[in-house]
């Protein structure tokens, strides 16, 4: 049997919810667990690895900073394995939420732009701003280029008049690519670097225009969470470093809204929620909870039982569409209002604090 890590395995991005931290928050010990020839003498970065009575055999190894290469040595047969574990102990008990599918709230504000004094007369945009001063919660919107529905609204025809006030609440209001429109479905599946690229800068400088640098981060969902790795290639060569997605499986066990990812990867991105892509630079965070779907209680029950069966994962993530905000949508959810700020609630009950990807999944390690 040869040596494979088997968790955590090359990629993996740790909270300190994954160890134990030592006193003075500059190592986490954590537990390696890797196969290896029945019999065989093996270390892990110097440490002996012993039967785990599983079938495997592990280690406890200590982390320092962002980028930790764990070495396994065979010395018998003199046969190594590596793989590279990221810490992220700012990620530590954080929370995200992100809001896919928007248009329809820069329309309207775009139609109101003579009545509107202040961006938050959108009652969509309002209901953010009521959760931000309640909670501190930190917001960010995935939008589309356009909207041929309801009048074939496009970003260029939102208006500037608002750029003062998108700036002054960029701490916790954030913009970014989606797609350039809702239809067709999956519209990246298969698209190469230049139709991804071209729609990506399309609403990216939108968004500079209308809103301002500090509006615009470098993280996102892709419209359905579908692209080839050249797609994915496109928007990180436009500077996005962070893609979130649901990473599970469907019923066939095929990944979905999980990009170019393999099963595998999909799987393991349950126990940590987080993943580095080193091929590609990118790293993959995991929504936990759609909030459109299921009910108000069972989004919070699938958020409780995540947390229990993970109590090494540290980060979580909240998602709900923009379009069940509107009682004029055939589906509607009256309580779209209740689902979010409950699911926030629960957040606040365990201790997480709000963030943006760019504020946890940055490589900068302990003690920055």
Known sequence: MALCFLNPIDGDCLTNKAGELTADGKTLWVRVRLTAPAGHAVTVNGVPAVPDGEGAVCARVSLFGYRNRLTAIDAGSGERAEADVFWLP????????????????????????????????DPYLALFRDLHERYGTKTHFNIYYEC?????????????????EWKKNADWLHLSFHAKANLPDR??????????????????????????????????TIHWGAATREGVRAVRDLGVRYLAGYLCLDKKGDPLVSY???????????????????????????????????????NVELLENAFVTHPEKGFWEFLIHEEYFYPFYARYLPDFRERVFSAVEWAEKKGLAPAFLTETHAGEGAGA
């Open 187 to 220: 519209p990246y599946l298969n698209a190469d670097y230049a139709t991804v690229r071209q729609d990506a800068e399309a609403v990216m400088r939108e968004i500079l225009r209308f809103a301002g640098k500090d509006t615009l981060p470098p993280e996102t």
């Open 260 to 298: 170019y990812l393999t099963p595998d990867e999909v799987r393991h991105t349950d126990r940590y929620g987080i993943w580095y892509d080193k091929r590609e630079d990118v790293t993959f965070s995991k929504i936990d909870a759609v909030l459109n779907t299921g009910t108000c209680r069972g």
């Open 148 to 164: 041929p529905e309801f009048g074939g609204f496009c970003l260029t025809d939102m208006p500037d008049k608002y750029k003062a």
């Open 90 to 121: 700012r990620a530590t008990d954080r929370y995200r939420l992100s809001m896919d599918d928007n248009i329809w709230f820069l329309q309207n504000i775009a139609k109101h732009q003579n009545e509107y004094k202040s961006l938050f007369d």
